[in-house]
């Protein structure tokens, strides 16, 4: 599942081909994934240009001429497709193809990726928001005893931080992401705050670098912990493996473990 850095290189990336491009059409493939009926999604997207792509949380949203959003949820098996002839397209789930350009789609076998027209904004903090600051981190964290992994990746506390990414942000703090939250001392929590921003901001460097035109595939070769082939962090240390909300979670001895 791509998580907060690859999203925001796709977002680059869908910029770096489409921006400003006139939308000449717009299908739907999957019906009963749209939040308003088709007819609409095309009255209000289509021959509109295409003015910017965000990252929001985990979903991409396109923003057209006009005003509208049209946000897109990759969930856990969803890619994003170029295509030249829509009908060579596998597990269509939304296409759109641009004036004096090629198209993209959101494609998903399963069904799941999510297309949203107009998504609600949310006061939730992105993990990489002004928003997101040391305060409110050491409120949220003083607020529950469950374990700081399960509340890093709570999308209704911080948007964006996913399975992967809480695991290498924790290892950098060499925090155990078994610690109860309210337990973690206030200098480690300091580390904590200021690794999120930037280790995340270190992997979208990277990985912008080695994706510079991709909008679909992950690349693991930066990671430090996570993944079933990393044996040893690179301080020489085993890495483990456990299961924390039904997700496994990768750590080493060096994560202090607060109660």
Known sequence: MPELPDLEVFAANLEKRFKHKTLERLKAWVIKKLNVSEKELRDQLQGRKLFAVKREGKTLQLHFEGGNVLGLHLMLHGELKTF?????????????CFKDADGFALTDFQKAATPTFNPPSS?????????????????ILAKTKKPVKTLLMDQHVIRGIGN??????????RISPMSLSKAIPKAKVKDLYHLIGTLLRKEIAQIGGAMSDQLSGEIKDFLKIHGAHI????????VQ???????????????????
Do not use: C, N
């Open 164 to 173: 992967t990414y809480a695991d290498e942000i924790l290892w950098a703090a």
């Open 84 to 96: 030249k002839h829509e009908e060579e397209l596998k597990h269509p789930i939304i296409s759109l």
């Open 231 to 238: 044996k040893e962090s690179p301080t020489g240390k085993k």
């Open 123 to 139: 006061d939730v903090p992105d993990a990489l928001s002004d928003e997101m600051s040391l305060s409110y981190l050491e409120r």
């Open 241 to 259: 493996v456990t299961k924390i909300g039904g997700r496994k979670s990768y750590f080493t001895d060096e994560q202090e473990l607060f109660q």
